[in-house]
């Protein structure tokens, strides 16, 4: 099993940019998928971006798609979420999170996502 760290959240103002990074620890990273999800108080964790095994498909929420970019380095054991455009709304805690299959990234679902990072924060201000 892999051991996730986050970090790169901060405070930005609307419109600036963010880069989080993810470093994995432990078994071998490229049998995971990966995934970003982000949770504000009061409501449940959402997927922002998921990316395949490979690094050759993706999945992007419609509220950050064309804003967000996900990559991964399995060389380096880290996935990467490039936040361009950040608005308000898009404030909160940033998980990073592992699932052990060889799914496409479209297909994947928040339940299959078993190992999940301790957070970092991000806060946009207007």
């Known amino acids: 099993q892999v051991q996730l760290i986050e970090s790169g959240g901060g405070s930005v103002q609307s419109g600036g940019s963010l880069r989080l990074t993810c470093v994995a620890s432990?078994?071998?990273?490229?049998?995971?998928?990966m995934g970003w999800f982000r949770q504000t108080p009061g409501k449940e964790r959402e997927p922002v971006a998921y990316?395949?095994?490979?690094?050759?498909?993706?999945y992007y929420a419609d509220s950050v798609k064309g804003r967000f970019t996900i990559s991964r380095d399995n060389a380096k054991k880290t996935v990467t979420l490039h936040m361009n455009g950040l608005k308000p709304e898009d404030t909160a805690v940033y998980y990073c999170?592992?699932?052990?299959?060889?799914?496409?990234?479209?297909?994947?679902?928040?339940?299959?996502?078993?190992?999940w990072g301790y957070g970092t924060q991000v806060t946009v201000s207007s």
């Open positions: 990316i395949n095994w490979s690094g050759r498909n993706t």
């Open positions: 432990g078994r071998t990273f490229s049998e995971y998928a």
């Open positions: 999170a592992a699932s052990a299959t060889t799914d496409s990234a479209s297909s994947l679902t928040k339940s299959q996502f078993r190992t």
